[in-house]
């Protein structure tokens, strides 16, 4: 059984930075495809950053490109995402997600993903 549990989130002034960790189990950590995604009140959830374990490649979303860094650590079974220069439209419940079976049209997408953890509150104060 798949288990996702994420970590780090928490209050964070403008300017500021969080790291977000994942804990996987139940998977051969190295075949997944990892991803973080965002939900902020009344709004969908949303790409932030994945990394594909098939091409190492590592989308992010145009919001975050330059400010995120995503990450994994095959021998801890951990994904991180470090988010630096935090801007108030941050704040959201972020999730970590795994696949895989993600195609890469899809490393993107919720739907590309089958196991998600409960998500870690992230706020940003201007």
């Known amino acids: 059984q798949v288990q996702l549990v994420e970590s780090g989130g928490g209050l964070v002034q403008a300017g500021g930075s969080l790291r977000l960790s994942c804990q996987t189990s139940?998977?051969?950590?190295?075949?997944?495809?990892m991803a973080w995604f965002r939900q902020a009140p009344g709004k969908e959830r949303e790409f932030v950053a994945a990394?594909?374990?098939?091409?190492?490649?590592?989308p992010y979303a145009d919001s975050v490109k330059g400010r995120f860094i995503i990450s994994r650590d095959n021998k801890k079974n951990t994904v991180i995402l470090q988010m630096n220069n935090l801007k108030p439209e941050d704040t959201a419940v972020y999730y970590c997600?795994?696949?895989?079976?993600?195609?890469?049209?899809?490393?993107?997408?919720?739907?590309?993903?089958?196991?998600w953890g409960q998500g870690t509150q992230v706020t940003v104060s201007s």
């Open positions: 997600a795994a696949s895989a079976t993600v195609i890469m049209s899809q490393l993107r997408s919720p739907l590309g993903y089958n196991s």
């Open positions: 139940g998977v051969t950590f190295s075949r997944y495809a």
């Open positions: 990394f594909s374990q098939r091409t190492g490649s590592t």
